[in-house]
């Protein structure tokens, strides 16, 4: 299976760069980030276009899309990981995962996509995201295998 995250902004040396790296190295997976980041200052609405412009582009052809955006659905990490297993064993395409920046993914991005997923109705920063993100398809990857790792 194959996983691209698309984020927007550069992650520095942090606790959150730390939580992320934890758990994508435990992916057997093939797994990998793109950092996507505008370097323009623009208002809050361009810089939001402009920034699905740059994550519609990055995009794999064929791939499935998930955006992260606190109006997804809530799925338990046992449908999470049912959710991927089936796309796994559908077809060779990649699985992307969207997610924004500081102001979130553009709405519209958002509907394009073939699942928008939410980690709750708090909103979580943007880094740390990626450290939530990567637990849970580690999480899904040992449900899949049946291992204990989710008890």
């Known amino acids: 299976m194959r996983l691209l995250i698309l984020a ?11 939580l992320f790296r934890h ?3 435990r992916i057997a997976w093939d797994i990998s980030v793109r950092e996507i980041e505008e370097k323009k200052r623009l208002p809050p609405a ?3 276009a402009r920034e699905a412009e740059l994550l519609r582009a990055a995009i794999p052809d ?3 899309t998930v955006a992260l955006d606190s109006n997804g659905r ?17 077809a060779d395409h990649p699985v992307v995962f969207l997610i ?3 102001n979130g ?6 509907k394009q996509a073939d699942l928008a997923l939410s980690f709750g109705a708090v909103t979580w920063p943007h880094m740390l995201m990626r450290g939530l993100l990567v637990e849970q398809i580690y999480r ?5 295998a049946g291992h204990p790792y989710h008890r």
């Open 74 to 90: 809530a799925l338990t990490s046992p449908d999470f990981a049912n959710r991927l297993g089936k796309w796994r064993d559908e």
């Open 23 to 25: 758990f994508k190295d």
């Open 105 to 110: 993914l553009e709405p519209s991005l958002v």
């Open 8 to 18: 927007i902004g550069r992650m520095k040396q942090s606790p959150e760069r730390d």
């Open 100 to 102: 924004g920046g500081a």
């Open 46 to 48: 361009q810089l939001n």
């Open 140 to 144: 899904a990857q040992q449900i899949l």
């Open 62 to 64: 064929g791939a499935r």
